[in-house]
């Protein structure tokens, strides 16, 4: 797809961890994207072209094929090709074609660590633009949740975004930043 235009999610931990540099508006940065969703995506009948589609708060609806189907990790084609180091759900298969709602988060080290050695691996690095980079301004909360107990989230009475010119993630937000950057094939 010539000039594909996603947005992705980056935690500032994956920048702490020494995988990436910080990010800056205008550069051009190599990475591989990792997908997520709440097991949306449905085989469909028959094939239907590929497309991407934004919707909202970083969501995509979209329809892809499946390139990578193994039993650890699977990945799919929407004109970018991206992974989810996860077990697929039984419908899932290699060469099908499938839609749903995913978010998309820069590889934090899966693919570029030990995926890409995977015998089933498709090529998954692309050179992308960094156009815009947004950060999370909405104050953390404590919350309780089942199983886990007392965390901190979101507020998501506030959940808001301003604009910045580079991600700066040992200070952004304490060291707790979370950025959804505007990227460009």
């Not at 039984?90 to 693919?111: E, K, M």
Request: glycine fraction near 6%.
């Amino acid at each position: 797809m010539a000039d594909t235009r996603l947005q992705v999610n980056l935690a500032s931990w994956i920048i702490q961890d020494g995988n990436y540099d910080d990010f800056a508006c205008g550069q051009q940065r190599d990475f591989s994207i990792e997908f997520w969703h709440d097991d949306t995506l449905t085989p469909l009948g028959q094939e239907s072209p590929k497309s991407v589609v934004l919707t909202a708060d970083s969501l995509l609806q979209v329809t892809a094929e499946v390139v990578v189907c193994t039993d650890t990790w699977y990945a799919i084609d929407f004109g970018v090709t991206a992974f989810r180091e996860q077990r697929p759900t039984d419908a899932i298969r290699l060469g099908q074609t499938v839609s749903g709602s995913i978010a998309l988060g820069i590889d934090p080290f899966f693919y570029m660590e030990y995926l890409h050695r995977d015998a089933a691996a498709v090529p998954m690095i692309y050179s992308w633009r960094i156009d815009r980079i947004q950060m999370q301004t909405a104050p953390f909360i404590e919350s309780t949740q089942k199983g886990i107990g007392k965390v901190l989230v979101r507020d998501p009475a506030q959940i808001g975004w301003k604009d910045i010119r580079a991600t700066e993630a040992w200070t952004d937000d304490d060291g707790s930043a979370e950025y959804l950057l505007d990227i460009l094939l």
